[in-house]
């Protein structure tokens, strides 16, 4: 069976890709978490909206994957595990 070399650009192109921002999320000046993400499969692309107000069940676990967020910022939102 014959190996493919695997060439340490194509290691760093294929991370990006992976570690790539799946949208953006910004914080209302009330709290609120507003996210916003983009899905891209060929020629088709999707976009949704996600909003955690404070006391969301989900608010907390959000903001931690943003790694904080402060009102009136906007930050990439990076892919979950």
């Not at 000046?29 to 983009?38: A, F, K, M, R, S």
């Not at 020629?43 to 009102?71: E, Q």
């Amino acid at each position: 069976m014959r190996r493919r070399a695997v060439l340490p650009g194509m290691l760093l192109a294929g991370a990006a890709r992976a570690q790539a921002p799946i949208g953006t999320a910004r914080m209302e000046q009330d709290g609120t978490i507003v996210v916003d993400l983009v899905a891209r499969e060929g020629a088709a692309v999707g976009h949704g909206r996600l909003v955690y107000p404070p006391g969301h069940p989900d608010h907390g676990m959000i903001l931690r994957h943003l790694g904080g967020l402060r009102p009136g910022e906007v930050k990439p939102v990076p892919p979950f595990p």
